[in-house]
T-cell receptor, first 113, second 115 residues
């Protein structure tokens, strides 16, 4: 699976849009971009994933650049409950052996009141 | 809807005892994963079940760890003769398929403390 790079931390004011970047310059054609987050003392929570088109669901939007080397997760109206560590992961289909996820350091997003 | 359920949420036990952790995956999810997360660390993959296939045990750290999945649904992770280094949060996740496309959905884990 391709390696991803994220800033270690970000602040965002409550009610504003939080834009979390992720670089995945070595992504290959069959690899998807996934975003998870982990709130303290809880299990990781799936947010969204995409291949090459932008995606939107009830939680967030995912913008993937045309060359697929980077992406941005957008939380449109951040609330205090969105404070968490956000993980960007790139994974391909199958891959054999374990399909376990590997989380990097992620971005610690802090929503300020 | 019902998510992945794990029990107990917390378990404290003495070194040398056996422990059993339970995971109820989301109904209809054929893939089930166990992970371990130590304090401040990332996820450590332990074992993977897919349907009726033989499990992928490649991540189990020692032969004290075992897991089973009965009827393609509920799974139990057993740790025998626990050691202090086994203290961690044990997370279970399920997915609707294999192949990495569909996302994994996690429970809130069992926090295991070995005294």
């Amino acid at each position: 699976d391709a390696k991803t790079t994220q800033p270690p931390s970000m602040d965002c004011a409550e009610g504003r849009a939080a834009n979390l970047p992720c670089n995945h310059s070595t992504i290959s054609g069959n690899e998807y971009v996934y975003w998870y987050r982990q709130i303290h003392s809880q299990g990781p929570q799936y947010i969204i994933h995409g291949l090459k088109n932008n995606e939107t669901n009830e939680m967030a939007s995912l913008i993937i650049t045309e060359d697929r080397k980077s992406s941005t997760l957008i939380l449109p109206h951040a609330t205090l409950r969105d404070t968490a560590v956000y993980y960007c992961i790139v994974r391909g289909l199958g891959g054999g052996g374990a399909d376990g996820l590997t989380f990097g350091k992620g971005t610690h997003l802090i929503i300020q009141p | 809807g019902a998510g992945v359920s794990q029990s107990p949420s917390n378990k404290v036990t003495e070194k040398g005892k056996d422990v059993e952790l339970r995971c109820d995956p989301i109904s209809g999810h054929t893939a089930l994963y166990w992970y371990r997360q130590s304090l401040g660390q990332g996820l450590e993959f332990l074992i993977y079940f897919q349907g009726n296939s033989a499990p992928d045990k490649s991540g189990l750290p020692s032969d004290r760890f075992s897991a089973e999945r009965t009827g393609g649904s509920v799974s139990t992770l057993t740790i025998q003769r626990t050691q202090q280094e086994d203290s961690a949060v044990y997370l279970c996740a399920s997915s609707i398929d294999r192949g990495g496309v569909q996302p994994q959905h996690f429970g809130d884990g069992t926090r295991l403390s070995i005294l």
